[in-house]
Nanobody
Framework: QVQLVESGGGLVQAGGSLRLSCAAS???????MGWFRQAPGKEREFVAG????????RYADSVKGRFAISRDNAKNTVYLQMNSLKPEDTAVYYC???????????????????WGQGTQVTVSS
């Protein structure tokens, strides 16, 4: 069972940037990965995903052009670079392992497992 640990969250002013990291335990990292977020009182939603080799990525419309997902398979780590942050980006951010074909990036919550504990991102106006 892979374990995922997120880090890099914090408090930032609107317009600022943060980079989140998600480190995975285990010898292999040959699966697609995703970032999700959950704001208070709202459902968890897809933010970004990346295929095993990094050749395919997908983003929620709300973050396109501002966020970038990447991965370093030698370090078993996936990243989420967040730029031009907005107050509405405030949420707990989670990374998760895809349970589907590692060449495909899905956006459905049920297609992911092995959730991390989350890292809080707060954007002040």
């Amino acid at each position: 069972q892979v374990q995922l640990v997120e880090s890099g969250g914090g408090l930032v002013q609107a317009g600022g940037s943060l980079r989140l990291s998600c480190a995975a335990s285990g010898r292999t990292f040959n699966y697609a990965m995703g970032w999700f977020r959950q704001a208070p009182g709202k459902e968890r939603e897809f933010v970004a995903g990346i295929s095993w080799r990094g050749g395919s990525t997908r983003y929620a419309d709300s973050v396109k052009g501002r966020f970038a997902i990447s991965r370093d398979n030698a370090k078993n780590t996936v990243y989420l670079q967040m730029n031009s942050l907005k107050p509405e980006d405030t949420a707990v951010y989670y990374c998760a392992k895809s349970l589907k074909d590692n060449r495909v990036v899905t956006t459905t919550l049920a297609d992911f497992g092995s959730w991390g504990q989350g890292t809080q991102v707060t954007v002040s106006s």
